[in-house]
T-cell receptor
């Protein structure tokens, strides 16, 4: 596709509910990254995929967070039993490969609000 | 460990003023360094990057030089415009993970 897309753009949910966030990377990009950006703060790395594998899951904040990727394309980030501190903008980025110098292209983000 | 520290904002300048946004980093190994920009209402986009010591990244009149001796990657522009108003993020990439600073908001007044 022309760019990285994410859906939904906004999600409001009640505490304790599960949410699923979707990312469609640029076609042909093998690496995909998820970040969290809390209000007024920088980006917090969550997880990255090379192909369909996630070599490093150390950034996931808790076991309520999980992510998967299929077909070296779309990825979903799932947050179970959401808490108010999960409220943030969740950003997805993709790059051609997960090389040291490769450039990331960011999606517009999903703004998650947990009431 | 790996981390990025950048100057707190907001930074307010008049049009045509000189801009410096400081960024320092700690890292193991040999990271690549980046500046990303987020214009109001838009997503993050790459502004410039440098992949090794003494490299200079440049784009749209902005420059930053990878200084290993001072572990810095300060962003500069000789003459800012109102359209440069945005949030600027310094970042490093090391072992396929990105580490971002907290962002510096720049306001340029006409």
């Amino acid at each position: 596709g022309a760019g990285v897309s994410q859906s939904p753009s906004n999600k409001v949910t009640e505490k304790g509910k599960d949410v699923e966030l979707r990312c469609d990377p640029i076609s042909g990009h093998t690496a995909l990254y998820w970040y969290r950006q809390r209000l007024g703060q920088g980006l917090e790395f969550l997880i990255y995929f090379q192909g369909n594998s996630a070599p490093d899951k150390s950034g996931l904040p808790s076991d309520r967070f999980s992510a998967e990727r299929t077909g070296e394309s779309v990825s979903t980030l799932t947050i179970q039993r959401t808490q108010q501190e999960d409220s943030a903008v969740y950003l997805c980025a993709s790059s051609l490969v997960a090389g040291e110098t490769d450039t990331q292209y960011f999606g517009p983000g999903t703004r998650l609000t947990v009431l | 460990g790996n981390s990025v520290t950048q100057m707190e904002g907001p930074v307010t300048l008049s049009e045509e003023a000189f801009l410096t946004i400081n960024c320092t980093y700690t890292a193991t190994g040999y990271p690549s360094l980046f500046w990303y920009v987020q214009y109001p209402g838009e997503g993050l986009q790459l502004l410039l990057k440098a992949t090794k010591a003494d490299d200079k990244g440049s784009n749209k009149g902005f420059e930053a030089t990878y200084r290993k001796e001072t572990t810095s990657f300060h962003l500069e522009k000789g003459s800012v415009q109102v359209s440069d108003s945005a949030v600027y993020f310094c970042a490093l990439k090391n072992f396929n993970k990105f580490y971002f600073g907290s962002g510096t908001k720049l306001n340029v007044k006409p």
